[in-house]
C-alpha cells in the first residue's frame, strides 16, 4: 500500500526540474516580456485603484492612506520605493526601489498595491507579428 | 479514517516538527528576492515528503491541515492560514500524484511538491490582494523551488536510509 520511495535521484527526476523550467520561462516571458519603456505607476487599495501616474511625473513624495495607515512613496524618473509606513510587518519598505515593468510593492496589512506597469502596445503588437 | 494510539502519537510529532520548521524560515530573508508578503520556503514540506511515504496520503493530508491551522493560531492572522494552505494543499496533491509514478525519486516528487507549494503561495497572494502582481515574482520563485525541492528530497533519503534499519517503514 505505501510505496517505498526510490531514495537515489532517478533519470526522470529530471523530466521534473525540465517542467519546472519550463514553466518558469514560460511564467518569465508572460509577465517580463515587453521591454519598460513609458512606465506607468498603479496605485491601489483593497483592490480598488486609488493612484495612477506616469514615472515621468514630477519627481516627489506621494502619500497614500489605505486600511487606516499612511504610506509614503518616494517617486523619481528611475524608481519608486515606500520611505514611510506606520504598517506593523515594514515589508514594504524592505521591498526597497522598484524599477521595472510588473515589479510591484505590496503592503499586505493595508491591503496597497504599488505596481509598474509599461505600455500595452508592445505587448499587443508581438501578437500581431506572430498571428501575421 | 481509524488511527491507532502509534499513528496518532506520530501524527502528532510531525505536525509539531513542521511547526518548527515552519517557524524556522521565518529566519530566511526570502522577502529579500520576492517582495511579496507572506510567501513563504516551504520547508514543512520535509515534513509532509516524509509522512506521504511514511503513514500514506490520509495522514500527510491530517497533519498538513493541523499544521496549517495551528500555524495560523499562533501567526494570529487569517492570511496566514489561506497562504499556508494553499501552498500546502498544492505541494500535497501534485507529490501524491508524482508519488505513484514509477521511475521519480524522493527527490523528483519534493522538486514538484515545492514548486506547487510556491504556485499555490502565489495564488494565495492573488486571491488575498485581488491583483496578479504577485505572479511577477512566479518564476523566481519556480527557481527557488529547485533549490527547497533537492534540500526536501535530501534530507528525506537520509531518513528513510536511517529508518530502513528500524521497523518503523513496517508499521
Ligand atoms: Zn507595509
Not at chain 1, 514560460?26 to 486609488?50: H, P
Not at chain 1, 487606516?68 to 515594514?90: E, N, R, W
Amino acid at each position: 500500500m505505501k510505496p517505498f520511495p526510490e531514495l537515489r535521484p532517478a533519470p526522470w527526476d529530471l523530466a521534473v526540474v525540465a517542467a519546472v523550467l519550463t514553466l518558469a520561462l514560460f511564467c518569465g516571458v508572460m509577465v517580463w516580456g515587453g521591454a519598460a519603456t513609458g512606465l506607468t505607476a498603479i496605485v491601489t487599495a483593497d483592490g480598488e485603484e486609488i493612484d495612477r501616474f506616469p514615472l515621468s511625473a514630477p519627481a516627489g513624495e506621494r502619500t497614500y492612506s489605505a486600511g487606516g495607515y499612511t504610506l509614503t512613496a518616494d517617486v523619481s524618473p528611475d524608481g519608486i520605493q515606500i520611505t514611510a509606513s506606520d504598517c506593523p510587518t515594514q515589508d514594504c519598505i524592505r521591498t526597497g526601489r522598484i524599477s521595472r515593468s510588473g515589479q510591484s510593492i505590496v503592503c499586505l496589512p493595508a491591503r496597497f498595491i504599488l505596481r509598474l506597469e509599461g505600455k500595452t502596445e508592445i505587448n499587443s503588437s508581438g501578437v500581431d507579428a506572430v498571428i501575421g | 479514517m481509524k488511527l491507532t494510539t502509534k499513528e496518532l502519537t506520530v501524527c502528532a510529532l510531525l505536525t509539531a516538527m513542521a511547526l518548527g520548521l515552519s517557524y524556522l524560515e521565518n529566519l530566511f530573508p526570502l522577502s529579500l528576492a520576492v517582495p511579496v508578503p507572506g510567501v513563504k520556503l516551504g520547508l514543512a514540506n520535509i515534513v509532509a515528503v516524509f509522512a506521504l511515504y511514511a503513514l500514506g496520503a490520509g495522514q500527510a493530508f491530517l497533519i498538513l491541515f493541523a499544521r496549517c491551522l495551528l500555524g495560523s493560531v499562533f501567526a494570529g492572522n487569517m492570511s496566514a492560514f489561506i497562504f499556508s494552505l494553499f501552498g500546502g494543499v498544492s505541494a500535497m496533491a501534485v507529490m501524491t500524484l508524482l508519488s505513484h509514478l514509477r521511475g521519480l525519486s524522493v527527490y523528483g516528487v519534493s522538486a514538484g511538491g515545492a514548486a506547487a507549494h510556491n504556485c499555490g503561495q502565489i495564488a494565495a497572494a492573488m486571491l488575498t490582494l485581488g491583483s496578479t502582481a504577485p505572479l511577477y515574482y512566479l518564476p523566481v520563485l519556480l527557481g527557488v523551488s529547485l533549490l527547497t525541492g533537492g534540500l526536501t528530497g535530501l534530507v528525506c533519503a537520509c531518513l528513510f536510509r536511517g529508518l530502513a534499519s528500524t521497523n518503523f517503514m513496517k508499521g
